[in-house]
């Protein structure tokens, strides 16, 4: 079946570094990606659709100069926490839609600020 | 975009028990999708029901729609303590059906004691 995979799975960084975490469908192109963040013990948060050729669509409240989106290929897009802090950890999650009305999920990256 | 809700937030039951978690939400849905997700790691897709269906089957699990009372519920029946993880209702609204995003609900914790 289609596999997403992110990287990295999990990253450990200062405040105020900024961490990119790269999303890719491996046998299937994607043309549009979304990125998810989910908190301890809590659901998924849609934070933005990133869309191959264009600009991302970011959810309300989302800040689209601190996570930016990159969708560079058809294949790939990258998540960027620019200046992160301590409330920026979380789990980040993407997703791809396959051809069907399902949509496959990468492994998902802790990012931990200290 | 706003998540629905799940009951319960937590179940616990014993090994060979059927496990019976619901879902509700809030706008009209295209279809309603069911994912696993174990401690940490990334989303499972288990089971896609379309707004025109009320009811299907997938081994060991049973899901229902109502779409009347937006309102789903996912049946595991004779639990093993490997299915113990966070199960989420997910709905793909969009009328378009272009845009693909999910929805997910707050997410019912399963816990089978062997």
């Known amino acids: 079946g289609a596999v997403v995979s992110q990287h990295p799975s999990w990253v450990i960084c200062k405040s105020g570094t900024s961490v990119k975490i790269e999303c890719r469908s491996l046998d299937f192109q994607a043309t549009t990606m979304f990125w998810y963040r989910q908190f301890p013990k809590q659901s998924l948060m849609l934070m933005a659709t990133s869309n191959e050729g264009s600009k991302a669509t970011y959810e309300q409240g989302v800040e689209k100069d601190k996570f930016l989106i990159n969708h560079a290929s058809l294949t790939l897009s990258t998540l960027t926490v620019t200046s992160a802090h301590p409330e920026d950890s979380s789990f980040y999650i993407c997703?791809?839609?396959?051809?069907?009305?399902?949509?496959?999920f990468g492994p998902g990256t802790r990012l931990t600020v200290l | 975009s706003q998540q629905g809700e799940e009951d319960p937030q937590a179940l616990s039951i014993q090994e060979g028990e059927n496990a019976t978690m619901n879902c509700s939400y809030k706008t009209s849905i295209n279809n309603l999708q069911w994912y696993r997700q174990n401690s940490g790691r990334g989303l499972v897709h288990l089971i896609l029901i379309r707004s025109n269906e009320r009811e299907k089957h997938s081994g060991r699990l049973r899901v229902t729609l109502d779409t009347s009372k937006k309102s789903s519920s996912l049946l595991i029946t004779a639990s093993r303590a490997a299915d113990t993880a966070s199960y989420f209702c997910?709905?793909?609204?969009?009328?378009?059906?272009?845009?693909?995003?999910?929805?997910f609900g707050s997410g019912t914790q399963l816990t089978v004691l062997p």
């Open positions: 997703s791809a839609p396959g051809d069907t009305d399902t949509q496959y």
């Open positions: 997910a709905t793909d609204g969009d009328p378009s059906g272009s845009a693909r995003q999910l929805t």
